[in-house]
């Protein structure tokens, strides 16, 4: 089955800063990638994602970048700020029937 | 933050119990999941149901139980055979069971055995 692995487990930048926080897949069927915000208390949120078929989706502040050949994808926020404070969880998944597999999250703490 | 309701939000049981988490969405989605979340362990799936009368084990369903009688709800049952019970529970809905269908949590249920 599919394994995710995050990297790092915590992040601490300045505010203005830009945050990269990296995932590895093992599965070369997996096709769709989704990064879901988890602030504190409160319940995780998707914030974007990125099928195989592209390389690079942005939205704003945020950007996720593929990389099929080496089964690796990353979340890119630029110009930090203290609301970006929050767990990170990057996912993978086939989009067929398959559920999702989560990495093991990344804390990111925006230091003002 | 509506469509998907847990109850209760803290739970406390003692060793040997059973308890039933609930997990209620009205937001007509056919799939939903329970997961657990512990400290540096990311989000674990233990069972989903992708219809009505239908749900498959996920990757730590030893110890838990589940059933799917009605679309809007998916309670999960912790067993006495559960191990190590004491966790943060979330329950998620998707209008269907393919990946890119974004995942609704709900708030979560803390459960602690004593």
């Known amino acids: 089955g599919e394994n995710v692995e995050q990297h790092p487990s915590t992040l601490s930048v300045q505010e203005g800063d830009s945050a990269v926080i990296k995932c590895t897949y093992s599965d070369s069927a997996s096709n769709y990638f989704p990064w879901y915000k988890q602030e504190l208390g409160k319940r995780p949120q998707l914030i974007i994602d990125?099928?195989?078929?592209?390389g690079e989706k942005k939205d704003q502040r945020i950007a996720v970048t593929l990389n099929k050949t080496a089964k690796h994808f990353s979340l890119h926020i630029t110009e930090t700020q203290p609301e970006d404070s929050a767990v990170y969880f990057c996912a993978a998944a086939y989009s067929g029937n398959t559920p999702l597999v989560f990495g093991k999250g990344t804390r990111l703490s925006v230091i003002a | 933050d509506g469509g998907i309701t847990q109850s209760p939000k803290y739970l406390f049981r003692k060793e040997g119990q059973n308890v039933t988490l609930s997990c209620e969405q009205n937001?007509?989605?056919?799939?939903m999941y329970w997961y657990r979340q512990d400290p540096g362990q990311g989000l674990r799936l233990i069972y989903y149901?992708?219809?009505?009368?239908?749900?498959q084990k996920g990757d730590i369903a030893e110890g838990y139980s589940v059933s799917r009688e009605k679309k809007e709800s998916f309670p999960l049952t912790v067993t006495s055979a559960q191990k190590n019970p004491t966790a943060f529970y979330l329950c998620?809905?998707?209008?269907?069971?393919?990946?890119?269908?974004?995942?609704?949590f709900g708030p979560g249920t803390r459960l602690t055995v004593l």
């Open positions: 990125i099928r195989s078929n592209v």
């Open positions: 937001l007509n989605h056919d799939a």
């Open positions: 998620a809905s998707s209008a269907g069971l393919a990946a890119y269908n974004e995942q609704f």
């Open positions: 149901s992708q219809i009505v009368n239908d749900f």
